[in-house]
């Protein structure tokens, strides 16, 4: 293990991922939503898309302390808990397609996933349904096959969610319990599938402390009567993550 911390000490792009875990931390903490969405487009950039999830939602466990107690407060736990377990059968089965598809095609996937979900909140399209049951595990299912696939767990549930008639406070707590969940539960059915590999682990690790520290001071600027202030902030930094990303730059 020491020689593989090692070689994550020597990762080509580490103090990039490093400053761009803590960004995403900070939005994750002060909008509820949009750290893979900043991290994953760069992350892919100096690693392989399943080492650059994997090793993200190593770093994404620190929720479990830093945001996770308080949203639980805010939440229907029964409802986001069917939802979770209404997505782990897709999360399986987007894994199996990370697992097979060509590298490129990832990193294009990745980056048109986080574009397009830009878009949809800038310009305010919404889910305007009232959802049901079935509903409800229908876009939990369609969030973990995307989720599994490319790592951005959020970008359906954030769109189906925000159209709702929940607080501020409760819209921004369901997704903040459902995606650290999500996000601690992908690790093992990475592992059941061979994706989770001996060298995203110290990687992971090493990210875990500005990620944490990112969502600790944007949980303390959180204030739902500047919300529209703090998605403007949270669009910019997801567009400039995704032109960085971008494959061709290559």
């Known amino acids: 293990m020491s020689e593989a911390f090692a070689q994550a000490l020597a990762a080509p792009g580490l103090w990039a991922m490093l400053g761009t875990c803590f960004v995403a931390g900070l939005v994750y903490g002060f909008a509820g939503f949009g750290a893979a969405l900043v991290f994953m487009p760069v992350g892919a950039i100096f690693l392989p898309v399943e080492a650059a999830i994997a090793s993200f939602n190593i770093a ?81 299912g369609a969030t973990g096959f995307v989720g599994g696939a490319t790592g951005l767990l959020g970008p359906v549930l954030i769109l189906f969610q925000l159209a709702g008639q929940d607080s501020v406070a409760r819209s921004r707590a369901t997704i903040l319990v459902f995606l650290t969940v999500t996000s601690v539960l992908l690790l093992p059915l990475m592992a059941m599938q061979g994706v989770l590999t001996l060298s995203a682990i110290p990687l992971g690790l090493l990210m875990l402390l500005p990620y944490g520290l990112g969502t600790k001071v944007g949980q303390a600027l959180f204030n739902p009567a500047r ?15 995704i032109v960085l990303g971008l494959p061709v730059w290559d």
Do not use: H, Q
């Open 60 to 140: 994404a466990m620190v929720s479990v302390v830093t945001v996770l107690p308080r949203a639980l407060g805010e939440v229907n736990r029964k409802a986001t808990g069917l939802m979770v377990l209404a997505a782990l059968p897709m999360v399986a089965l987007g894994i199996r397609v990370l697992k097979l598809a060509d590298v490129t095609v990832l990193r294009w996937a990745v980056v048109g996933v986080a574009a397009v979900t830009l878009a949809a909140l800038v310009t305010g399209w919404r889910y305007r349904g009232v959802p049901g049951p079935g509903m409800r595990a229908a876009v939990a």
């Open 227 to 241: 919300e529209g202030e703090y998605r403007v902030v949270a669009y910019l930094i997801i567009a400039t993550a």
